[in-house]
C-alpha cells in the first residue's frame, strides 16, 4: 500500500467516525417519531457496532431517567387504586340525577351502550399506553411523538384544577362529619333567637340553612366575596394534610390507605341500601328512578349528558388511568382490567341510584303526607264553613287525615281540587323527589335531610359522610399521582426530591384552595367543576384518541399490544379509535362548546331574603376568568407542539452545517464521499436504528 493510500484510508476512517456521531442524532430523532412502543427485551439483539454507536446517547439519557420505576405489590392494590380513582362522588350523586333527569331506565341502557363503544375501548387505550411505555403522561405522549409532549402537560394542569376544588368538598365532608357526633343533629331544627325562629330558617329548611348559612356562610351572589370562613379552613388544612400523607411516598403509602377508602364505601353503601328498602316509600323511590322513558333518546342533549357522565366517570384524560397502569409488569391482562374495572364502576353507580332514590323516595313519601295532611285540614275548614259543595267532598275519610293514602288524594285532587276555595296543592310525589338532587344539594341537604328523620340519626349521618371522605380521598390520591408521576419521570431534579416536591404540591393546592373558603367559595367551587375541566379534558381525549390511531396507526398500536400480552386483541378496536371514539369525542367537543356560547353560563345562588335558591348570570369578569381557565388548560399542547418543531428545525440546521463541512474527496480507484459510508452504514445497521 503506498504512502497516499494509507492516508486517504486514515482521512476515510476519521471522516465516518465522525459521521457515525452525525446518523446517530439524525436517526434518533426519526426513531422517537416511528419506534415501536418499548418491551422488555428490546436492546437483546443489540451488536457491538450499535453499542458503541449508542453509548454515548444512553449514557446521556440514563442521566435523565429516574432509578428504577416502582411496582404494585399485587393485582389487588392495583384494583384498588383504579377503582379508588374512578369510583368518586360523581358515582353518588351526579348517576343518580342524570339518570332520574334522562329516562330512567332508558338512560342506563344509553349509559351502557356509550361505555361499550366509546368508554371501554379509550380506558383500554389509556391502559395499555401506560403498562406498554412505563411513564406519566407527559412520558407517554412524548414517546409516541415528541409533538405531542403538551397533551400529558395539559392533563397535569387539568389534575391541578380539580384538585384544587375537590379537596374543598372534602373540607365540607369533614366539618359534617365533626357536627354529626352530637344528638340532635344541628340541622334537625331551626335556630331560635330571642326565642323566636329565625326567618331564614323557618321560610326554607333546617338542612338548607344549615347548609348555606352555617357551613357556608354564603353571600347572596359571586360578586360579594366575604371574609374566610375558618372552620372551613382548618378542614381544608385537615384535608390537605391527609392527602399529603397519603401521597408522601407515592403509590407505596397511597395504597395502604386505599386499603381502607377504596372498601369502605361499599360497606356503607349496602348498610343503606338494606336500611333504604325498608323505609316507607323506598319502593316509589326506586320505581320513579328506573321507569323508562325511551323517547329521551331523540334528545341530543341526553346524549351529551351520557357521554360526559361515561367521560367523568371512567377518569378518561386525567392522566391518572396511565400513571396507575405504567406500574404494571408489561405482561399484565389490561384489556381484562378495562372491562373489569368499567364493569364495577357501572354497577357502583346503580348500587349508589338504588341507595339514593330509596332514601330519597322514603324523605320525598314523608314530604308528600304532610302536604295531604295539611290540605285536608283546610278542605275541613272549608266544608265546615259551608264554602265547599258536598258534591265535591271525596268519599274517603277526610276528617283523619292521617289515614288518608296519596294515591286517593290525588286521585281526587285531579278532579275536583281546581274547584274548591282555598290554596289546596297536588301532592305529587316526583316534584318532591325532585328537590335538591344533584351534586351538593344532594348530599349536604336532600340526604342529609332524610337521614335526619331516621333513628340513630347521627349514626347514619356519621357514617354517610365518612363514606363521601372515602370516596373523594381515593379520588385525590389518583388526581394527584396524574400530577406527581408525570412530572418526576420527565424532570430527575424532581425524581430525586419526590417527598419534597409532594409537600410542595400540597401546600401550595392549600394556599390557592384558599380561594373556595370565602363565603362565596361555594360559587367558584361550581365554576370549576363545570367548565375548568370539561371542555380541556375533552379536547386531551380527542388528541390521546388521534394520535395513537392515526399518527402512530392503530394497527402498530395493536402490533405493540399483541407482543405485550401475547395475543392480539380484536380488530374492532382498530374502528372504534380510529372512527367511533374520535367521531364521538368530536360530537361531545361540539355539542359542549356550542352550548357553552348558545346559552351563558349560569350558577346557583342562594337569595338570603326569600331565603331560597335562584340561578344567576355569570358576571362578565367571572367568563374572563372561565376562558383563562380553559385557555391555560389548553395551552400546553399547541405550545409543546411549537416547541418540538423548533427543536426539529434546530437539529436539522446545525446538521447540515456540520455536513457541508466536508468535501469531495476524488481517489484513484472509486468515489468515496461522506455520504457514500452513510449509506453503507444505513444498509448494515439501518433495520437495527429504526426498530431496537
Not at 450499535?50 to 446521556?60: A, K, L, T
Not at 332508558?106 to 356509550?114: H, Q
Not at 360579594?224 to 399529603?244: D, I, K, M, Q, R
Not at 405550545?639 to 423548533?646: C, E, N, S, T
Request: glycine letters at 8%; hydrophobic letters at 45%; a negative charge.
Amino acid at each position: 500500500m503506498s504512502a497516499g493510500a494509507a492516508s486517504r484510508d486514515e482521512r476515510s476512517k476519521g471522516r465516518r467516525l465522525e459521521e457515525k456521531g452525525i446518523f446517530k442524532e439524525y436517526h434518533s430523532e426519526e426513531k422517537m417519531e416511528k419506534q415501536p412502543l418499548p418491551t422488555d427485551d428490546d436492546r437483546t439483539g443489540t451488536t457491538e457496532s450499535e453499542i458503541d454507536c449508542y453509548v454515548g446517547e444512553e449514557s446521556q439519557q440514563g442521566s435523565s431517567e429516574p432509578a428504577a420505576r416502582a411496582g404494585w405489590n399485587s393485582k389487588v392494590e392495583y384494583f384498588l387504586a383504579q377503582v379508588g380513582f374512578s369510583v368518586g362522588l360523581g358515582n353518588v350523586w351526579r348517576f343518580p340525577y342524570l339518570c332520574h333527569q334522562n329516562g330512567g331506565g332508558a338512560f342506563l341502557l344509553l349509559y351502557v351502550l356509550l361505555m361499550m363503544v366509546v368508554g371501554i375501548p379509550l380506558f383500554f387505550l389509556e391502559l395499555a399506553a401506560g403498562q406498554a411505555i412505563r411513564q406519566g403522561s407527559i412520558g407517554v405522549w412524548k414517546y409516541i411523538s415528541p409533538k405531542l409532549a403538551g397533551i400529558g402537560y395539559s392533563s397535569c394542569v387539568v389534575c391541578f384544577f380539580v384538585a384544587l376544588y375537590y379537596n374543598v368538598i372534602l373540607a365540607w365532608s369533614l366539618f359534617y362529619l365533626g357536627n354529626s357526633f352530637q344528638y340532635p343533629l344541628p340541622w334537625e331544627q331551626c335556630p331560635e333567637q330571642g326565642n323566636v325562629t329565625v326567618k331564614e330558617c323557618e321560610t326554607s329548611s333546617p338542612t338548607s340553612y344549615f347548609w348555606y348559612r352555617k357551613a357556608l356562610d354564603i353571600t347572596d351572589s359571586i360578586d360579594e366575596t366575604g371574609s374566610f370562613n375558618p372552620y372551613v379552613v382548618c378542614c381544608l388544612l385537615a384535608a390537605w394534610t391527609v392527602v399529603c400523607l397519603g401521597m408522601s411516598k407515592g403509590i407505596k403509602s397511597s395504597v395502604k390507605v386505599m386499603y381502607f377508602s377504596s372498601i369502605f364505601p361499599y360497606v356503607v353503601l349496602f348498610c343503606f341500601l338494606v336500611r333504604g328498602l325498608l323505609l316507607n316509600g323506598a319502593l316509589e323511590g326506586i320505581t320513579y328512578m328506573f321507569y323508562p322513558k325511551l323517547e329521551i333518546w331523540a334528545d341530543i342533549q341526553v346524549w351529551r349528558q351520557a357521554a360526559t357522565q361515561v367521560f367523568f366517570a371512567l377518569g378518561l384524560g386525567f392522566g391518572s388511568i396511565i400513571a396507575y397502569s405504567s406500574y404494571n409488569p408489561k405482561n399484565n391482562n389490561c384489556h381484562r382490567d378495562a372491562f373489569t374495572v368499567s364493569t364495577i364502576n357501572f354497577l357502583t353507580s346503580v348500587l349508589a341510584t338504588l341507595v339514593v332514590f330509596s332514601v330519597l323516595g322514603f324523605r320525598a313519601k314523608g314530604k308528600a303526607m304532610e302536604c295531604v295532611v295539611s290540605n285536608m285540614r283546610e278542605l275541613s275548614e272549608q266544608f265546615h264553613s259551608n264554602n265547599v259543595d258536598i258534591k265535591l267532598m271525596p268519599d274517603f275519610n277526610y276528617s283523619d287525615p292521617s289515614s288518608v293514602a296519596l294515591e286517593d288524594y290525588r286521585a281526587w285532587f285531579k278532579h275536583y281540587g281546581k274547584n274548591v276555595p282555598g290554596n289546596l296543592t297536588d301532592c305529587d310525589l316526583e316534584k318532591e323527589m325532585q328537590q335538591g338532587v344533584e351534586g351538593t344539594g344532594l348530599a349536604f341537604i336532600a340526604f342529609t335531610e332524610a337521614m335526619s328523620l331516621l333513628p340513630g340519626s347521627p349514626f347514619w349521618s356519621a357514617l354517610f359522610f365518612l363514606m363521601l371522605l372515602n370516596l373523594g380521598l381515593s379520588t385525590m390520591f389518583g388526581t394527584m399521582e396524574g400530577i406527581l408521576a408525570p412530572l418526576t419521570d420527565r424532570f430527575k431534579t424532581l425524581a430525586n426530591n419526590k417527598t419534597k416536591f409532594t409537600i410542595f404540591s400540597c401546600v401550595i393546592g392549600f394556599v390557592i384552595g384558599l380561594l373556595f373558603t370565602q363565603r362565596c367559595g361555594n360559587y367558584f367551587v361550581m365554576m370549576f367543576d363545570d367548565y375548568s375541566a370539561t371542555l380541556p379534558l375533552i379536547i386531551v381525549v380527542v388528541f390521546e384518541t388521534f394520535s395513537v390511531s392515526w399518527l402512530y396507526g392503530a394497527d402498530r398500536f395493536l402490533d405493540d399490544i399483541e407482543a405485550m400480552l401475547g395475543w392480539r386483541p380484536n380488530v374492532i378496536y382498530k374502528y372504534l379509535w380510529k372512527y367511533i371514539c374520535l367521531i364521538a369525542m368530536l360530537g361531545l367537543l361540539g355539542a359542549t362548546t356550542i352550548r357553552m356560547f348558545i346559552k351563558r353560563p349560569t350558577y346557583m345562588a342562594w337569595n338570603r331574603e326569600t331565603a331560597s335558591e335562584e340561578h344567576l348570570d355569570y358576571p362578565d369578569w367571572a367568563l374572563a376568568v372561565l376562558a383563562i381557565l380553559i385557555v391555560f388548560a389548553m395551552m400546553p399542547v399547541p405550545v409543546g407542539l411549537i416547541h418540538a418543531v423548533l427543536q426539529d428545525r434546530t437539529k436539522q440546521t446545525a446538521t447540515e452545517t456540520e455536513t457541508v463541512q466536508y468535501s469531495i474527496v476524488s481517489t484513484d480507484d472509486k468515489c468515496e464521499t461522506p455520504m457514500t459510508d452513510m449509506l453503507e452504514l444505513d444498509r448494515r445497521n439501518g433495520s437495527a436504528v429504526f426498530f431496537s
